[in-house]
């Protein structure tokens, strides 16, 4: 039997693939294929991916089937007939990662134990792969046929069992006891650094000073027609929507791998794309797998001004006019022309970028490690300049906002450590020094088994 796919009835699957619900048999005999059945308009798509078939008195095709359009998705266990149009759903869900080259899921029936077995195959980072075996015993349960229900239970507690109640009883006294006790210890810990004559000396009757311009108007990053690469990936259309969620994981790196690998002169060659997404195709089957998810993205930012994903000589490229604003390129050029001065609105602008987290901080690709590194190291070295040339009497808060962008990169840089204690000591804020301090010093020692080599107290001899 041969049941259901995805794709175009055409073969262009650049026209657009669907959900295909037909249900042939192949007599491996004579090779003749025998249509049985179609369904149309179905209420809740699924691609099937593994399939098996069981001795019963009515015979029926098991299938694993999940969503389409989905990546971080599930899978269901279907039961379909294979003498009329008709499926019913017999299990509960499955958490399933989908990437359409290396997700694999595959279904087994075993007689001699009556049960039914699904092998999840997920990719990891460098290349590896998760493997997960369930079991289902058979028969599997129509779903729609369960009726104990928590409804139920809300309308005949007498059918529920009695100890269940004491049980969380029992439960919720124990988890108080533990609110309790944990409060009490958050207590004493306070009274004891309330007690530390040290501490005291060091964070008394001081108010933090605000330098502060009141001519100045709030920064704000655009909302509508932007591209995000730090932090969380957002694309925001002319009508402010955020598109990111349309994007599949294959779609997300292949955009980015154009945005990020692009040079000055012409952009990154099919032959680089190629040895990045689709490393065991063919020539050809790359390229038809590239043009067909390059028109998927076209058709994502359809609705978004001022971007074109163009390809000249072999080159693809990413072309951003005045009318989006991508943080990354903006960074980049603050990089590339790192001795020119900056406005104060320019600041503010990198400080509001950086806060939002490091770059693609969420992608995962051995392509972007070295991408990230270079990036990074470039992006330090900028901010120790930019840091330099402000003077820190006149300037700590901004002696402060440029050390927690250094601090978000790399935790535990001494010298944007430093900085920040020094410009909290400067805008007689010890109190918050201190706490800093402490966390930093104590994952110091964590990380090289030493102790951080500067005392609280030596921070204040400059202080003026």
């Known amino acids: 039997f041969v049941f259901g796919g995805y794709g175009n009835a055409s073969g262009q699957q650049e026209l657009g693939p669907q959900c295909l619900y037909d249900l042939y048999l192949l007599n491996l005999n004579d090779s003749s294929i025998t249509k049985k059945w179609s369904m149309e308009n179905i209420q809740d798509n699924f691609i099937p991916m593994g399939s098996t078939t069981t001795d019963e008195q009515n015979p029926a095709l098991y299938v694993l089937g999940f969503p389409p359009f989905l990546n971080d998705t599930y899978l269901r266990l279907y039961r379909v007939s294979l003498?009329?149009?008709?499926?019913?759903?017999?299990?509960?869900?499955?958490?399933?990662?989908?990437?359409?080259?290396?997700?694999?899921?595959?279904?087994?029936?075993?007689?001699?134990?009556?049960?039914?077995?699904?092998?999840?195959?997920?990719?990891?980072?460098?290349?590896?792969?998760?493997?997960?075996?369930?079991?289902?015993?058979?028969?599997?349960?129509?779903?729609?046929?369960?009726?104990?229900?928590?409804?139920?239970?809300?309308?005949?507690?007498?059918?529920?069992?009695?100890?269940?109640?004491?049980?969380?009883?029992?439960?919720?006294?124990?988890?108080?006891?533990?609110?309790?006790?944990?409060?009490?210890?958050?207590?004493?810990?306070?009274?004891?650094?309330?007690?530390?004559?040290?501490?005291?000396?060091?964070?008394?009757?001081?108010?933090?000073?605000?330098?502060?311009?009141?001519?100045?108007?709030?920064?704000?990053?655009?909302?509508?027609?932007?591209?995000?690469?730090?932090?969380?990936?957002?694309?925001?259309?002319?009508?402010?929507?955020?598109?990111?969620?349309?994007?599949t994981i294959k779609l997300k790196q292949l955009f980015l791998s154009i945005l990020l690998l692009a040079n000055d002169d012409n952009g990154v060659s099919n032959e680089k794309l190629n040895s990045i997404h689709w490393t065991y195709h063919t020539p050809q089957s790359a390229k038809n797998n590239r043009n067909v998810n390059i028109k998927k993205i076209r058709d994502i930012l359809a609705s978004t001004k001022g971007i074109q994903i163009l390809h000249q000589d072999g080159f693809w490229s990413v072309r951003l006019s005045g009318e989006i604003f991508c943080d990354y390129q903006f960074i980049l050029k603050k990089l590339k022309n790192s001795t020119q001065p900056i406005t104060r609105e320019e600041f503010e602008k990198i400080i509001l970028i950086l806060n939002q987290g490091m770059l693609v901080d969420n992608e995962k690709a051995p392509w972007l490690d070295s991408v990230k590194s270079k990036f990074t190291t470039a992006l330090l070295d900028y901010l120790f300049t930019l840091a330099s040339s402000f003077e820190k009497s006149k300037n700590p808060q901004a002696i402060q906002k440029i050390a927690n962008a250094i601090l978000k990169s790399d935790p535990l840089n001494e010298e944007a450590f430093k900085l920040k204690i020094e410009s909290l000591v400067m805008q007689k804020n010890r109190h918050q020094a201190f706490v800093e301090y402490e966390y930093f010093t104590r994952e110091y020692e964590k990380m090289y088994g030493v102790s951080f080599p500067q005392s609280f107290k030596s921070f204040f001899n400059s202080e003026s």
């Open 83 to 247: 003498d009329n149009p008709g499926y019913s759903v017999v299990s509960d869900t499955l958490h399933f990662f989908f990437d359409e080259e290396q997700s694999k899921a595959t279904l087994f029936f075993f007689k001699k134990t009556q049960e039914f077995y699904a092998v999840l195959k997920s990719p990891e980072k460098d290349d590896s792969a998760t493997y997960r075996i369930f079991s289902l015993t058979y028969p599997p349960v129509n779903r729609q046929l369960m009726t104990f229900t928590f409804q139920t239970i809300l309308s005949n507690p007498e059918s529920f069992p009695h100890y269940i109640y004491w049980l969380v009883l029992a439960f919720s006294l124990v988890m108080l006891f533990l609110f309790l006790f944990l409060l009490k210890k958050l207590h004493l810990a306070e009274e004891k650094m309330e007690e530390s004559e040290e501490l005291q000396m060091l964070i008394q009757d001081k108010t933090p000073v605000i330098y502060e311009n009141p001519q100045k108007t709030t920064v704000v990053l655009p909302e509508k027609n932007a591209i995000y690469l730090f932090g969380e990936f957002r694309i925001l259309d002319d009508q402010g929507n955020d598109l990111a969620s349309d994007f």
